[in-house]
T-cell receptor, first 114, second 114 residues
Framework: DGGITQSPKYLFRKEGQNVTLSCEQNLNHDAMYWYRQDPGQGLRLIYYSQIVNDFQKGDIAEGYSVSREKKESFPLTVTSAQKNPTAFYLC?????????????FGSGTQLSVL | GENVEQHPSTLSVQEGDSAVIKCTYSDSASNYFPWYKQELGKRPQLIIDIRSNVGEKKDQRIAVTLNKTAKHFSLHITETQPEDSAVYFCAAGRLSGGYQKVTFGIGTKLQVIP
């Protein structure tokens, strides 16, 4: 399970609370991604970052925020503005260059609302 | 943005039979089409990918075909085995500057019956 690590495995959020999901990789990958997985909806892109101190919104960024202060780390904050946060969250990373495009996924964080 | 449709959502086959999963995409500029396999409780893993300049790619029992004109691509698994049982996701998007940004389909749950 080395390479890309997500924590915690399970997380519970109270109403009005912000929570932060951790994602760390030791693969020296430049790009990192956050996906949300809901039953029957596949994986939807929340945010992605191709380089330190830069990130872009994905398809469902509302209610989420990220930072990329270090190459190895790409934490995701689920804010109180996200009204339906219960989902499985997957972090991924990839290197650049032909043949290196595959996404390496973490083991995920299951977020539930109390 | 890109829109990917995948079907069927569930598929049951007898061991040894073939399985076919089909996807369509909307953005004619998409040039990268990966397929990921997610076993129960595990992270998604790339099983095969194809670029827009190739019509077909094969890796042992797995093959992917791409029809750019019709904007559809398919995954073919021959001689299915019980360990092929999993959820399969297609994706479509662009490789740009060495990085990828893809949109996933909703997934197909494949069950191989021994």
């Amino acid at each position: 399970d080395g390479g890309i690590t997500q924590s915690p495995k399970y997380l519970f959020r109270k109403e009005g609370q912000n929570v932060t999901l951790s994602c760390e990789q030791n693969l020296n990958h430049d790009a990192m991604y956050w996906y949300r997985q809901d039953p029957g909806q596949g994986l939807r892109l929340i945010y992605y970052s191709q380089i330190v101190n830069d990130f872009q919104k994905g398809d469902i960024a509302e209610g989420y925020s990220v930072s990329r202060e270090k190459k190895e780390s790409f934490p995701l904050t689920v804010t109180s503005a996200q009204k339906n946060p219960t989902a499985f969250y997957l972090c991924a990373s990839t290197n650049r260059g032909q043949g290196n495009e595959k996404l390496f996924f973490g083991s995920g964080t299951q977020l539930s609302v109390l | 943005g890109e829109n990917v449709e995948q079907h069927p959502s569930t598929l049951s086959v007898q061991e040894g039979d073939s399985a076919v999963i089909k996807c369509t995409y909307s953005d004619s500029a998409s040039n990268y089409f990966p397929w990921y396999k997610q076993e129960l409780g595990k992270r998604p893993q790339l099983i095969i990918d194809i670029r827009s300049n190739v019509g077909e790619k094969k890796d042992q029992r797995i093959a992917v075909t791409l029809n750019k004109t019709a904007k559809h691509f398919s995954l073919h698994i021959t001689e299915t085995q019980p360990e092929d049982s999993a959820v399969y996701f297609c994706a479509a998007g662009r490789l740009s500057g060495g990085y990828q940004k893809v949109t996933f389909g909703i997934g197909t749950k494949l069950q191989v019956i021994p």
